[in-house]
């Protein structure tokens, strides 16, 4: 299939389930505002269906759905140029999803690190069919809106590749070139931000220990106390890059540092070159609090107002069932369903 013959077109987005956290900004968030304002058409969706693969309390999820779309605002993704909608107001994805389950292989889903990791030392059998098909409503989400590239962090680029796999074998299945080949775009010095109590473990809102993670919600005092407790080894900061070999810790603060600043790790461990973290850390939490700040108090304005998101969604949400409907009408069409209600 030519990838020329679909228009440009960025797919995200970011489940409701506990604090979004600095990983998601400098993982993916930040990156969005940038594909937004490269002028590229943009999706992006607080997927609140995935958020219920396994039970949440009712109220709790209402309330995570609207801090995720306060983030996405706060952040600068704008209602006039993005379209921000919640998933399930968009019933395409759901229905599309099932159509990729017949396609899919049951195979491809056990094989998925994700599943495997939530269900490590548990009865995987116990787990919600949910869990496990996920990746294919993930793939919806995507072809949906013919998506050509979505903004994703290291740990998410194997769902990308099941993606063109569902959308590879749906075209062979009907000799058709329906649905793109999508690409995942991973780019950044920390698109994998660790966790701050172990540079071995991605940085994650469901980590047990809050001091592991910068909530986008923490107060300035939070996230410095949490930046200087956060593990290092007793060694200096080394006086080139290749000297942080083997020291996670050291490695995840200098990369920190270096996406908030905007700059490489290699410029960042030249400033820093022999200096102790006792420097080195107030100065991140300084700049941490600077940039992020802002983001806290603008998301806490949104969040006072919760009508106002509630609209904001419904309106995205038309906008984006406006270019799903025709695109889900067609894909029954190829497999010989009858869509027509009249």
Same mark, same amino acid.
């Given at each position: ?50 958020? @219920? ?168 005092? /939070?996230?410095?106390?949490? @930046? ?16 942080? /070999? ?97």
């Amino acid at each position: 299939m030519a990838e020329a013959s679909f228009a440009p077109r960025v797919f995200s987005g970011i489940q409701p389930s506990g604090n979004l956290t600095l990983g998601n900004y400098l993982g993916a968030l930040r990156r969005w505002v940038e594909m937004q304002d490269e002028g590229i058409p943009t999706v992006y969706c607080v997927v609140d269906l995935h958020a @219920i693969t396994v039970w949440q309390d009712p109220e709790k999820l209402r309330n995570a759905i609207r801090e995720v779309a306060s983030a996405f605002l706060a952040i600068g993704l704008d209602p006039a140029r993005s379209i921000l909608f919640n998933q399930s107001q968009v019933s395409g994805h759901a229905e599309l999803a099932w159509m990729f389950n017949c396609v899919a292989r049951i195979g491809w889903m056990y094989r998925m690190t994700q599943f495997k990791d939530k269900t490590a030392g548990k009865n995987a059998e116990n787990s919600s069919l949910g869990l496990l098909a996920y990746p294919s409503l993930m793939a919806a989400d995507i072809l949906l809106y013919h998506a050509t590239h979505v903004p994703v962090g290291e740990d998410q680029k194997q769902h990308i590749e099941l993606t063109r796999d569902i959308a590879a074998k749906f075209n062979h299945d009907y000799g058709v070139d329906f649905f793109p080949m999508t690409e995942p775009v991973i780019e950044g010095v920390a698109t994998k931000v660790m966790s701050l109590r172990d540079g071995n473990k991605k940085m994650s809102k469901s980590d047990p220990s809050d001091m592991s993670r910068i909530n986008l919600t923490d107060d300035a005092d /939070a996230i410095a106390a949490k @930046i200087r407790k956060a593990r290092t080894d007793p060694e200096p900061l080394p006086e080139t890059v290749e000297g942080l /070999a083997g020291r996670a810790e050291a490695t995840n603060l200098v990369n920190i540092y270096a996406a908030l600043a905007g700059t490489s790790a290699e410029a960042v461990v030249t400033e820093y070159a022999g200096q102790p973290f006792s420097v080195f850390k107030p100065a991140l939490a300084d700049l941490a609090v600077a940039h992020l700040g802002p983001i806290t108090g603008q998301m806490q304005r949104y969040m006072a107002d919760p009508a106002e998101i509630d609209r904001i969604l419904g309106a995205g949400a038309e906008k984006a069932a406006a270019i799903a409907d025709p695109i889900l009408a067609r894909t029954k069409e190829i497999i010989g369903l009858i869509s027509s209600r009249g």
